[in-house]
């Protein structure tokens, strides 16, 4: 979805929509993904869902701008549970994890810098299955393509 350099308004709920196993992605706007850019997205996490393992992206940084609910972030050694208005900015090569925390769906804004970072989420929808565990294989082969290495588990 890059922009070329046109101005992008969104109304709330509006963008390209897709899921990530049970969790749901809007994408709000995002620059050329070959480029310094950014891209954001609005990310609905489920409640319940395990979230992914801990790793580090060598490629991008992303941050987080929570909407409603918790999120718990594991940030190395430290895990921090981050609430409505909370803010978490993970640069490149920082080991980071997350899950939805308590019984509700959480809600929060993403941005990838530069914009490239938003096509690991896009092809990872397009890979991890709503209700199963996902190929381990086809996983590590993605997140390899996108300079981002898998460093630990899940939080659990």
Known sequence: MSTGGAVVVRAAGEGRGFAIGPDRVVVKGATAHDGDGFSVIEYEGAAGAPGPPLHLHRGFEEC??????????????????????????VPRDAPHTFRVAGGAPARWLGVFSPAGGLGLIEELGEILP?????????????????????????IV
């Open 64 to 89: 987080w701008y929570i909407l409603e609910g918790e999120v718990d972030f594991s940030l190395g050694e430290e895990v921090r549970r981050v609430g409505t208005g909370g803010f978490v900015l």
């Open 130 to 154: 709503a209700d199963g565990p996902p190929d381990v294989e086809k996983v590590k082969a993605l997140f390899a393509r996108y300079q981002t290495e898998v460093v630990g588990g899940p």
